[in-house]
């Protein structure tokens, strides 16, 4: 069994029977108190963020979470069917595990999924920006540059996104799929 001392940014461990995934630790010594460990994590199966004060040396049980990366395939009812590049195995992936970036891939993509105990998928994540090509979005018009409105568009992958008005249909756009938000528009 692992100790506070063995902490780190990132690791996984078993916190009140749940999954969570380190975000911030700090180890603080008050004048006459004792020293303990603040930490900050994050729930792996519904994202919530947590906050305990854990004694110094106290024990924690570290959870080895194996990560590999996934091509995305097609989309199966609710699950995702992945297959890994090296041994072509295919897998079924729960589309929750995606959240909303799901909207935002394509047949293709590259992800990383990271496995409870080599087996169990538990996170999976999409790649940080897309290149999207815009499908439909009202025209724009000359001289439209000099302020920073924005306007719908809809993506090949039928997602609906916020664009400046210069992005014309048949334009391919950058997304960010943690936000959702338009980064630039790609030269071809």
């Given at each position: 069994?692992?100790?506070?001392?063995?902490?780190?940014?990132?690791?996984?461990m078993?916190?009140?029977?749940?999954?969570?995934?380190v975000?911030?630790?700090?180890?603080?010594?008050?004048?006459?108190?004792?020293a303990?460990?603040?930490?900050?994590?994050?729930?792996?199966?519904?994202?919530?963020?947590?906050e305990?004060?854990?004694?110094?040396?106290?024990?924690?049980?570290?959870?080895?979470?194996?990560?590999?990366?996934?091509?995305?395939?097609?989309?199966?009812?609710?699950?995702?069917?992945?297959?890994?590049?090296?041994?072509?195995?295919?897998?079924?992936?729960?589309?929750?595990?995606?959240?909303?970036?799901?909207?935002f891939?394509?047949e293709?993509m590259?992800?990383?999924?990271?496995?409870e105990?080599?087996?169990?998928?538990?996170m999976?994540?999409?790649p940080?920006s897309?290149?999207?090509?815009?499908?439909?979005?009202?025209?724009?018009l000359?001289?439209?540059?000099?302020?920073?409105?924005?306007?719908?568009?809809?993506l090949e992958?039928?997602?609906e996104?916020?664009?400046?008005?210069?992005v014309?249909?048949?334009?391919?756009?950058?997304?960010?799929?943690?936000?959702?938000?338009?980064?630039?528009?790609?030269?071809?």
């Open positions: 069994m692992a100790t506070t001392a063995d902490l780190s940014r990132g690791a996984f078993r916190f009140n029977g749940e999954l969570v995934q975000t911030e630790y700090e180890h603080r010594t008050p004048g006459n108190l004792r303990f460990y603040q930490v900050k994590m994050r729930n792996v199966r519904n994202g919530k963020n947590l305990h004060r854990f004694r110094s040396g106290e024990s924690i049980e570290f959870v080895r979470v194996e990560v590999r990366g996934y091509q995305y395939l097609y989309l199966d009812g609710e699950m995702l069917m992945c297959m890994d590049p090296e041994n072509y195995e295919q897998i079924p992936i729960d589309k929750a595990l995606v959240g909303d970036a799901f909207k891939l394509k293709g590259n992800l990383i999924i990271s496995f105990d080599g087996t169990q998928p538990i999976v994540e999409p940080q897309v290149e999207l090509e815009v499908t439909y979005t009202e025209p724009g000359k001289g439209d540059t000099a302020t920073n409105t924005l306007k719908p568009a809809t992958t039928g997602a996104v916020r664009v400046p008005l210069f014309n249909t048949g334009d391919k756009i950058k997304v960010d799929t943690r936000t959702g938000d338009y980064m630039e528009r790609v030269k071809s």
